[in-house]
């Protein structure tokens, strides 16, 4: 290597990357990330490729020799930048918003440092503890009380995928010796609102798609206790086995929020392992005036909750509590001999919790945004979020033409453009519409659903930094788009 300008040295035949040469390229990139962050909100917050282009700018092959770093860095500028979507970015208002947060970012350049691997403790003593010790920090935030044991899953998906395993194993003890066959149908019960995570979890543990029972929900998008009864009551009558129902907080449409303490007390009277997915709301049991919408969530068996989502962790983090571990455990624990350690059974081994054998340091993220923001931090800022979506829904009710369709207990706002005398269908179209053209502006980036049968748009603030200008913006580009098609179709 040439020592003197480590910049465009290719790289040695030996050996991994000299510090030399690390210092200097990893002061590059880390000036870029600081210019990045600090200008992110000057970008087109939505990627301007079509489909294909970015793989049609690589090569097809991997490259025989090593190239030199800044070749490669600046590859990333000038090919892999136009394909990224930036949720980094202040305007982005699509599906939930995040925000992956300086002290996330530093925490996951130190995490790939030191590579650990939490598979046992001996592997990652400190990882695995400070998983478990972040995870109560956590817990105490939220309110929950002692016996939720948590650890952290790369997402919610897998987080519910566990918590419904360990719920099948306590509804079919033995299951994972004797797989399903020949035993009854297993259900599950959620709402119609719930997020799709659920039904792949009961996809993947082979109760079949049928083993899904979705309960309508009321006018407020929240399910029906009454209808849930009446659903395991008809299922036991009829040999099937209620194996877990799933409240949500925040459900993904509309973030309504299912009557978790009249479900918890069904399920306690039926023997049903009750899972809580509060994914994305979860922070906010952290905030007083919202800790009504978690009542009765302390009488659930497990819980998950997405820092990744609204706490400014960098993806992924996704926390799973459970009041039942060694359901978890019988689901899940397998430790062949080349995992058996001197610790077993005095220390706790997280690969017992799921699935995974490997397991990224993800609880440092978590740490260092914990310590840097403080709780108080947290709450201080989600509360702007909140007050800052309530401000988009101030603005839709008051503009003819326009209106709610869902309350907003959190940060996203979802409405509709419904000029009367245009017909649902033709409202629907004019409304996914608006969204191409404010979309297509790159200023702003917000998503749709569809909310009994019709197309919503969907604003959630979620990103630490979103200021009132940027959602002042998206209203102001929302109503014009709106104004401008009403004005064309008037003239047709
Ligand atoms: N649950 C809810 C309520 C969600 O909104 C989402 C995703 O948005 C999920 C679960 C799945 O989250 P993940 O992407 O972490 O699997």
Not at 60 to 85: C, N, W, Y
Not at 87 to 102: D, K
Not at 356 to 367: H, N
Not at 451 to 457: K, M, P
């Amino acid at each position: 290597m040439d020592q003197a300008d480590p910049v465009v040295a290719s790289p040695p035949s030996v050996g991994d990357m000299p510090s030399e040469e690390f210092r200097v390229q990893a002061e590059a990139a880390v000036d870029w990330v600081a210019d990045y962050l600090r200008s992110v909100g000057e970008l087109p917050v939505l990627a301007r490729v079509r489909p294909g282009e970015i793989r049609s700018a690589l090569p097809p092959e991997a490259p025989e020799d090593g190239e030199p770093f800044d070749a490669i860095l600046e590859d990333f500028r000038s090919t892999i930048l136009p394909g990224i979507t930036h949720w980094n970015h202040p305007a982005f208002f699509a599906w939930f918003a995040n925000t992956g947060s300086g002290p996330g970012i530093i925490a996951e350049f130190l995490a790939a440092a030191l590579n650990s691997n939490a598979m046992v403790w001996k592997s990652s003593p400190a990882g695995t503890e400070l998983e478990i010790h972040v995870a109560e920090w956590v817990r105490r935030l939220l309110g929950l009380p002692e016996g939720f044991e948590g650890t952290i899953n790369d997402t919610a998906s897998h987080s519910t995928l566990y918590a419904l395993g360990a719920a099948r194993e306590v509804a079919f003890p033995g299951v994972r010796e004797t797989g399903l066959s020949g035993l009854p149908q297993g259900r599950i019960y959620t709402s119609e609102e719930a997020h799709s995570s659920v039904e792949k979890a009961v996809m993947a543990l082979g109760l079949g798609r049928g083993g899904v029972r979705r309960i309508p929900t009321d006018p407020d998008f929240r399910m029906r206790p009454d209808l849930l009864e009446a659903a395991i009551l008809e299922d036991v009558g009829g040999g099937v086995r209620p194996v877990a129902v799933v409240a949500t907080v925040g459900t993904t449409s509309t973030t309504s929020v299912d009557p978790v303490a009249q479900v918890a007390e069904l399920c306690r009277r039926h023997g049903v392992w009750l899972h809580v997915d509060a994914a994305y709301a979860g922070v906010t049991a952290m905030l007083p005036e919202l800790r009504h919408h978690f009542d009765g969530w302390e009488q659930a068996d497990s819980i998950v909750f997405n820092p990744h989502k609204w706490l400014f962790t960098p993806m992924d983090c996704s926390l799973l509590y459970c009041r039942r571990p060694e359901a978890l455990a019988e689901a899940f624990s397998l430790t062949p001999e080349y995992l058996r350690t001197r610790e077993q059974g005095s220390a706790r081994n997280l690969m017992d919790s799921g699935v995974a054998l490997g397991r990224r340091f993800r609880a440092l993220k978590l740490w260092f945004v914990l310590r840097y923001f403080g709780a108080e931090g947290v709450r201080e800022r989600v509360r702007e979020h909140i007050r800052l979506a309530r401000r988009v829904a101030e603005r839709v009710e008051a503009a003819p033409g326009w209106e709610m369709s869902a309350p907003v207990p959190f940060a996203t706002a979802v409405f509709r453009f419904a000029p009367r005398g245009v017909v649902p269908e033709e409202q629907d179209r004019m409304n996914l519409q608006i969204m191409e053209e404010v979309n297509g502006s790159g200023e702003v980036f917000l998503s749709h659903t569809k909310v009994l049968e019709r197309v919503v748009l969907r604003l959630s603030v979620g990103n630490l930094r979103t200021r009132e200008e940027h959602v002042d913006r998206a209203w102001i580009l929302l109503s014009g788009a709106a104004k401008g098609l009403a004005r064309r179709m008037a003239a047709d």
